[in-house]
């Protein structure tokens, strides 16, 4: 699997999982099968309550762990993280992001600050964001001059955001896509079918490796061993111009399946 170089010098994992909507209880086991199966990046938040699963899952293994402050903690981050990194067991975690920007509360810029303190305090090795819009990204940098080393998204074929990616591109900022798979609507879409019985693969592999190929990071969710292996597999598949094409066509004006950044 390979990596991608952040603009802090550090080394993400493209291909990592996603553990949102995996219980506590069952999230250890889950992430001991994503490790056997070959990730090296978890990503979780302090919203899905299973980060005490997620450390157990972890312990002892050489892996990137991200989390995530929620939108009710932007007044104290060091508290939040501090209150994850117990739940983690970890001393630090690879990456921290702003879960939203919940503009509406207009506190996401003293919130970046907070953070900034935290990776100059050690706690957070990276500091990055998600779910900011390009507005948002350039408060931060505008009263900080410190540029996010990572924005996740919601990304898929059916909704690329292909004008804040170019945006974040040219500014230096990694993007890490969530929902990747669209909820799994777009694994029944006719045109990745056909693109997934050429190469011999799932739709689910063809729609990671179209995420990987398009120079993103991409985190997909899976709950068994057999999708994690599947999913890790998908690095290796090899899509052509012709295939990245066709998934071009797919982008839709009314494709986003979560929240709106500006209202949520």
Not at 63 to 89: C, F, I, Q
Not at 136 to 146: A, K, N, P, W, Y
Request: charged share 20%.
């Amino acid at each position: 699997m390979t990596d991608i170089t952040l603009n802090d010098g550090r080394t993400l994992p493209a291909l990592g999982m996603g553990t949102f909507k995996i219980p506590d209880g069952h999230a250890a086991a889950v992430v001991r099968d994503g490790l056997d199966a070959g990730f090296r990046l978890v990503d979780t938040a302090a919203l899905y309550h299973n980060e005490r699963g997620v450390g157990e899952g972890v312990r002892g293994a050489d892996v990137w762990v991200t989390t995530k402050l929620w939108n009710d903690r932007h007044d104290d981050p060091e508290a939040a993280l501090h209150e994850s990194l117990a739940l983690l067991g970890m001393d630090a975690v690879d990456l921290y992001l702003i879960h939203w920007p919940s503009p509406a509360q207009a506190r996401f810029v003293p919130a970046w600050k907070a953070l900034i303190a935290l990776r100059e305090a050690g706690k957070a090795k990276s500091i990055g964001v998600s779910n900011f819009l390009a507005r948002h990204l350039e408060r931060v940098i505008d009263h900080t001059g410190v540029i996010p080393a990572v924005n996740q998204i919601e990304c898929h074929p059916y909704f690329q955001q292909v004008e804040l990616r170019s945006w974040m591109e040219e500014s230096g900022i990694v993007c890490q896509s969530w929902s990747p798979l669209g909820q799994g609507e777009v694994l029944t879409d006719p045109v990745i079918a056909g693109i997934a019985r050429k190469h011999g693969r799932s739709p689910a592999q063809v729609v990671i490796a179209w995420h990987l190929a398009s120079g993103l990071s991409v985190i997909p969710k899976a709950g068994s061993a057999e999708h994690l292996r599947e999913n890790a597999a998908a690095a290796d598949v090899v899509l052509d111009g012709d295939d990245m094409a066709k998934i071009a066509a797919l982008d839709r004006d009314d494709g986003r399946i979560g929240p709106d950044p500006m209202t949520f």
